[in-house]
């Protein structure tokens, strides 16, 4: 808490920056750039897991259902060489690893093959030029789009977490908000996800009403759909269910670890114990170890983690059988969540 108040001048200093940001892009003073195709652009208003990429993954597969030629545009964080321009599937096939793609990038590419490429570059504006250049494409999807105001979209979707839905009432570096919350009466459409984890989420839409009058809102949950063992994972086959066993050790590397908890415990999957490592973790010979020593400590005879983590385990050796828990978003009100993107 004295770190945070020390950092408190800075995140205000911070917050003035980006509103007098955007009011030069909402001025028409600093240059936004037409994509030349339908844009979509899903993103948060703070840091941290808000079950956006599985949203994405949600909007890519309605577009491609209207025969549409998706690309999801992203940065890819937590990837090698991050300046580099990476195409991480061309819609066929998942091209690269998690190291050099990025995890999440990585995970949307193998969850749509079929239905999207997958495009990692810092700059989304030359990055899009080039796979409409390559492969034809009619939509785009910004992944983490918010704040990257240079590209111009035709509908602005905000993730707010209903478990923490106002961070923590601070802007960087103090606290969790990318931007004021004033921000938020630009979003075209707003998703409250995890909104089945808390007891009242209608409370938080009418906070939010107060910042955006117009905007849609709908509810969004995260579901466990199977679970897979690890090698399985990675084989065409996946979508078969394995059964897990009732003593699971838990590691992750998300940003929301304690929300991935609550969704086990909510498809009655318990746990004996846990390991978390920083969002975004490059899983190495030495973590692989310590996680099996730390599960068999906690009795443990089996380990479970996530699709964004698995995407960087596929070389790990570990002691103890692993399992993938596979999720997908589920949207209230779906036919017109679906219509919204479709005729954006």
């Known amino acids: 808490m004295f770190v945070q108040k020390l950092l408190i001048p800075f995140g205000k200093i911070y917050g003035r920056v980006i509103d007098a940001r955007n009011v030069l892009y909402d001025r028409g003073i600093f240059r936004v750039f037409d994509l030349g195709a339908r844009t979509i652009s899903v993103g948060n208003l703070t840091t941290g897991g808000t079950g956006k990429t599985p949203l994405v993954a949600l909007i890519a597969e309605i577009l491609s259902a209207e025969g549409e030629i998706v690309c999801i545009l992203t940065r890819g964080y937590g990837r090698k060489n991050a300046g580099e321009r990476v195409l991480v599937s061309d819609g066929k096939t998942v091209l690269v690893d998690a190291n050099i793609g990025g995890d999440e990038p990585v995970e949307l590419a193998r969850k749509l093959i079929g239905r999207a490429i997958v495009l990692a570059d810092k700059d989304r504006v030359e990055a899009a030029g080039w796979a409409k250049e390559q492969f034809g494409v009619t939509a785009f999807i910004l992944d983490d789009g918010f704040q990257h105001r240079r590209v111009k979209r035709d509908l602005d979707i905000v993730c707010i977490d209903a478990t923490n839905p106002y961070g923590n009432g601070c802007i960087l570096p103090a606290g969790t908000l ?85 969704t086990l415990e909510k498809a009655d999957v318990s746990h004996a114990g846990q390991k978390r490592f920083r969002d ?19 009795g443990a005879d089996s380990l479970i983690t996530t699709a964004k983590d698995a995407v960087k385990l596929r070389e790990a050796k570990f002691e103890l059988p692993c399992y993938v828990a596979v999720a997908e978003t589920a949207v209230d009100n779906l036919t017109e969540f679906e219509r919204l993107i479709t005729s954006s």
């Open 178 to 262: 990318r931007e004021s919350f004033k921000s938020l009466s630009r979003a075209d459409a707003i998703v409250i996800t995890r909104s089945d984890l808390v007891e009242d989420a209608n409370s938080i839409e009418q906070r939010l009403r107060k910042r955006n009058g117009d905007a849609p809102i709908f509810h969004a949950e995260t579901i466990i759909k199977r679970f897979v063992r690890l090698e399985r994972f990675f084989e065409s086959n996946s979508a078969l269910q394995d059964q897990t066993p009732p003593k699971l050790f838990v590691f992750t590397a998300i940003g929301n670890p304690d929300n991935f908890l609550r």
């Open 280 to 298: 975004h973790f490059a899983y190495d010979v030495a973590a692989v170890a310590e996680i099996s020593q730390a599960a068999k400590a906690a």
